[in-house]
């Protein structure tokens, strides 16, 4: 037997997870025409009826497959731009104009909406439940009122990768030091029935000319939970340089294919005292471009590694293979959820010797680099000084 | 039918060392929970609950699914701590896990 340690990739599900997923915020829908969204391996018409509700639908016609997401939005129907088949929000056709009836099977699949903090979520899963409204993202106190500055939204796609790559974050503790450029001096996890936290407390590394999280000034408290599969919020306290703000960012992603995702992340801050609306919209807007950078960081991680099955950890690792068993609980049969995946753990990450480690390595580096700054100078004042002895 | 299926036998066991080796029973000091506990290090501890311990827990169960729910039940984490002092949890990791 060989002692060499075998990477297993293992083969992802073949069915995306069962939960509630974000597809933006309400607004964007807004306008009154179809939206195009790709999500489950196929795309989604999304509209708002003249009632302002927002319906989601399989974006192909069940007539002749039309792509409803090119159609016309008349009355409160998304009509096909093939024939003019009209689709209720509910599922059902509602008429076709030149037809004596509707075809009694003319239903096509609905996705349940809720619009939850500004966002719309809509609910899948496979085996066709009925919404589950007691799992749903929590109401955020205080967001879509004049305390906070409206969200930002971005999306970002992850053409070459399972969307479990993002979820693995939640437990990756020493990813912060090396992707992110910060130093998460304290971690923890808890998982629980549908739910998986983190809790982080980091500050930014001074060796690195450091956006995001490794900004040398920039101590972060952080408490990140998934609601289901697909919809974390984190709630960050930060203190930059003495200055201390609310943020709360939302961190989604839907699943395009068994191997891509789009990611999606809005930021909203808690307006400071004694600041003016447009100073806080631009704090909010810094945040999310700071937010951006981490995410490219992650990005560019997942579109070169490989899929592990069986990732080898030592000890100053998170609990891996826990986390992807509680998330594990959404790709099977309700009936097939076992305890373990849902039942209570907790775990606290020693950061005590990753951190003595690594203020040794920034030292070294911040050693290294003051070499390198003056060395120019020496070289610089040299020349100049053999230039004026010729001169 | 697992979703996610490992491709080695040996992927099995692995996932059998990290989520279920080497863990101790910690009954709680005040109520009827009874967890299992490891302690790679000093300062490192994995609780695993089940839940019959999280329905005798009166502490987590008065949290509701608030936020606060997610912080740890401090009469178990004494309970724990006393157990360490107790030498009734070995402490240190096995190669990793």
Not at chain 1, 104 to 122: D, E, F, M, S
Not at chain 1, 318 to 337: I, K, M
Not at chain 2, 40 to 46: C, D, K, M, P, Q
Not at chain 2, 51 to 65: F, G, K, M, T
Request: glycine share 8%.
């Amino acid at each position: 037997m060989s002692d060499t340690r075998y990477l297993d990739r293992g083969t992802p599900p073949e069915r995306f997870a069962r939960g509630w997923h974000c597809l933006g915020l309400a607004t964007a829908f807004g306008d009154g025409r179809p939206h195009a969204v790709e999500a489950f391996g196929g795309k989604l018409v999304v509209w708002q009826d003249s009632k302002g509700e927002i319906n989601v639908l399989d974006g192909y016609c069940r007539h002749m497959g039309g792509d409803l997401t090119q159609g016309t939005v008349k009355g409160d129907e998304i009509a096909c731009p093939f024939h003019d088949w009209r689709w209720g929000g509910d599922g059902k056709c509602k008429a076709i104009p030149y037809a004596r009836r509707v075809p009694l099977r003319a239903r096509t699949q609905k996705y349940p909406v809720v619009v939850r903090n500004g966002q719309v979520l809509i609910w899948h899963d496979v085996e066709g439940s009925a919404p589950d409204l007691d799992i749903l993202p929590p109401v955020l106190p205080g967001i879509g009122t004049d305390e906070y500055t409206d969200w930002t939204w971005e999306v970002l796609d992850v053409p070459t990768a399972h969307c479990r790559e993002i979820i693995d974050n939640v437990v990756d503790m020493a990813h912060f030091f090396y992707i992110h450029f910060a130093f998460p001096t304290n971690f923890r996890n808890v998982f629980e029935g549908h739910m998986a936290t983190q809790f982080m407390e980091s500050t930014g590394r001074p060796d690195v000319d450091g956006a995001g999280y490794g900004d040398e000034g920039l101590m972060l408290k952080s408490e990140a939970s998934y609601f289901g599969p697909s919809y974390m919020v984190n709630w960050i306290h930060v203190d930059y340089k003495g200055f201390e703000t609310e943020v709360v960012l939302i961190n989604c992603h839907v699943p395009t294919s068994d191997n891509s995702f789009k990611l999606q992340y809005g930021v909203c801050v808690k307006k400071p005292e004694g600041v003016d609306d447009a100073t806080a919209e631009y704090i909010g807007k810094r945040y999310s471009e700071t937010f951006k950078e981490g995410f490219e960081q992650d990005v560019a991680i997942w579109l070169n590694k490989a899929p592990v099955q069986n990732p080898l950890l030592c000890e100053e690792d998170g609990p891996v293979y826990q986390l992807r068993r509680w998330y594990e609980q959404f790709y099977v049969d309700r009936a097939d959820v076992t305890a373990e995946m849902t039942d209570r753990f907790e775990f606290e990450v020693d950061t005590t010797k990753a951190n003595e480690f690594w203020q040794e390595e920034v030292a070294e580096n911040l050693r290294k680099k003051a070499e390198e700054e003056s060395r120019p100078a020496d070289e610089a004042a040299a020349a100049s000084s053999s230039a004026m002895t010729n001169g | 039918m697992a979703s996610f299926v490992p491709t080695s036998a040996d992927t099995l066991e692995d996932q059998r060392l990290y989520t279920r080796a080497r863990l101790t029973e910690v009954a709680c000091l005040d109520c009827l929970a009874t967890v299992g506990v490891k302690k790679n290090s000093e300062h490192h501890t994995s609780i695993q609950w089940t839940a019959e311990a999280r329905a005798h827990c009166p502490e987590l169960s008065r949290r509701a699914n608030g936020r606060d729910s997610h912080y740890a039940c401090p009469r178990m984490i004494a309970s724990i701590e006393a157990a360490v002092r107790e030498d009734r949890i070995p402490i240190g990791a096995e190669d990793g896990y």
